[in-house]
């Protein structure tokens, strides 16, 4: 759907008070664009004579990017499917005791699907950040500048995406399963920022 | 030109071998992508009773807000241009001394350019960067998230942008320049990573 829209009418739309597109289908949008540069990198080191005893690892990685980047970029879709009923059990009425149980039980669901949907598109950006590492040793240098900045785009996605797992945790009554959620983001996010450093650092040795 | 693509489109270009898109246009994308969540933050702000106090502020932030937008955008197409005359210098014939020197001044001039639109995609995100600073104390607090992915954005598409600068310096002979140009790129993620710094140190204390 969204991935279907031209880069302008998207972020037109995105500027705008309408709920979705968001943060969320930003940072999707631009883990798909860092992980397409993993692709651009791989496509560049195949068929190298020079990195010819890496081919069959190019050749899966691309393999793994291709597949990674349409689930990037469906991220977007799937953040934008988490909202909607979201702001529907806000709307959900709560004149009776009746209506309130009701409404914390839908509003507790509609929580948990709106931190998953992030922690989902963490998870994925991991895998992303995964190969963009490895493409930083075995990749094309001549194209080890764009290693380092998709790198820097799948953190920021990463960071992106914890924002919207902490907001919706935040108002959770379970306390306990805001935390467990809490923590499973902080834990990428400390993955992702060691997996970033370790890339990036690669690539300025090499290019500064 | 870029931002008339479909969101599919351009990342299957960029995941190709083709030479423009590349770090710099994906960068140029991100970074617009950042902005826009300012202006979305902006809107959602504006015309809101809690917030009336600033309201003439947030008229001329989100003013400038979509202007600097488009031409973050536009830096994707800059970057591409800037591409161009470089990649055709180095095909320049190089048999005879003189073929050499004339190849060589036109290689020094392309290089110059092509380190120039991404000190100058830079200097842009820093401006935006100020923006979703500003943003982050006085937009809506409803919206605060967007503003700290918004701001991730711009830091990873500025590192991004510097990336471009240091290959193309790499390859000058005239090292007094290549340093020079360095060092503004050097000065402008200092500012860019206290800025970020300061606006997401605050969006994580509103939500955590």
């Known amino acids: 759907m969204f991935e279907q829209m031209t880069i302008k009418d998207f972020t037109d739309i995105l500027s705008t ?39 069959k690892e190019i050749e899966e990685i691309l393999e793994k990017a291709e597949k990674i980047r349409a689930e990037l970029l469906d991220g977007m879709n799937r953040d934008a499917e988490a909202f909607e009923p979201l702001s529907k059990a806000y709307g959900l009425p709560k004149e009776t005791p009746e209506q309130i ?10 929580l ?22 490895r493409l930083s040793e075995i990749g094309s240098k001549l194209a080890i500048s764009d290693v380092g900045v998709g790198a820097q785009l799948l953190l920021a996605s990463l960071k992106g995406a914890s924002l919207n797992v902490y907001i ?22 400390m993955q992702g920022e060691m997996l970033t450093q370790v890339t990036y650092e690669r690539v300025l040795k090499t290019i500064q």
Do not use: F, H, W
């Not at 008070?17 to 968001?22: H, L, S, T």
């Open 112 to 133: 948990l699907d709106a931190s998953n949907a992030p922690l989902a598109l963490m998870a994925k950006i991991l895998e992303a950040m995964a190969l963009m590492e």
């Open 17 to 55: 008070k309408e709920p979705v597109p968001g943060g969320g289908g930003a940072s999707g949008l631009c883990a798909g664009v860092g992980m397409a540069l993993g692709s651009m990198v791989a496509n560049l080191t195949s068929g190298k004579k020079k990195y010819a005893a890496y081919q």
């Open 168 to 189: 919706n945790t935040n108002l959770m009554k379970d306390r306990a399963l805001a935390e467990s959620l809490n923590k499973k983001a902080n834990r990428m996010i």
């Open 101 to 110: 149980a009701a409404r914390e039980e839908v509003l507790a669901g509609a």
